[in-house]
């Protein structure tokens, strides 16, 4: 029973939004930090049910007593839990650093303005075409997307591609993303702004090398 409800939440995790199905490296940064919290915090759960079940134990002598307040509570209760959430911390520190946009040679450079309640997108590589929400991508590159707002705080999120980013008025954050492979990727605003809210979603085209390169010279639809 146990294993056929693993193995359906397991399938639920895939999907369009899905950020436990990742399409690119950021992503996968990200899947891998959810696992990892996702184990941690399952050990920690379990110390806890250990530590419940300990507690209500008889206890023989003193003696006893004194041995099991030393072994769980201050090393397994203190040390087991400060070690695992070390541990989480500094594995966190070093994802969210992996995560930074770095210089490359290849970077494709984007701009994503949000308004309500659609997201209007600019390409470096073809200057003064705009599409709206829809945005091109070559597959196989990094992409930095410049994310700003003309009126509220919106939130930029492709799950399978990267994390989410704040798009806020008269300041542009930017956001790395990177398709593995050619497709259609599902992006939406993950900040809630107003009754539009679950209606602002775009989508991501990521392109082969010629389909990039035919979009750069000509545009698509």
Excluded at 62 to 73: C, L, N, S, T, Y
Excluded at 100 to 119: F, G, I, L, N, S
Excluded at 188 to 208: I, M, Q
Aim: proline share 5%; aromatic share 10%; charged share 20%.
């Amino acid at each position: 029973m146990i294993a056929g409800t693993t193995l359906s939440l397991l399938i639920g995790c895939s999907g369009d939004l899905s950020v436990v199905d990742p399409a690119g490296p950021a992503a996968r940064v990200i899947a891998t930090l959810w696992w990892v919290m996702f184990i941690g915090a399952g050990l920690i759960l379990a110390l806890v049910v250990a530590l419940v079940i300990g507690a209500f134990r008889v206890r023989r002598t003193e003696g006893d007593a004194a041995r099991d307040e030393k072994v769980w509570i201050i090393g397994l209760g203190l040390c087991f839990s400060i070690a695992v959430l070390t541990a989480l911390l500094a594995y966190g520190l070093v994802a969210g650093e992996r995560l930074m946009p770095r210089v490359a040679a290849d970077v494709v450079r984007v701009q994503a303005e949000a308004r309500q309640w659609a997201w209007r997108f600019s390409y470096d590589d073809r200057p003064g075409y705009i599409t709206e929400n829809l945005l091109h991508i070559p597959a196989g590159r990094p992409i930095d997307v410049a994310i700003t707002s003309r009126d509220v705080v919106h939130s930029f999120w492709v799950p399978r591609l990267a994390g989410k980013l704040d798009a806020i008025p008269g300041h542009v954050n930017v956001l790395r993303i990177e398709a593995d492979a050619p497709g259609t990727y599902r992006g939406l605003t993950a900040e809630y702004n107003g009754e539009g809210y679950r209606r602002h979603v775009f989508s991501v085209k990521a392109h082969d090398p010629a389909g990039w390169a035919a979009f750069v010279a000509e545009g698509t639809p």
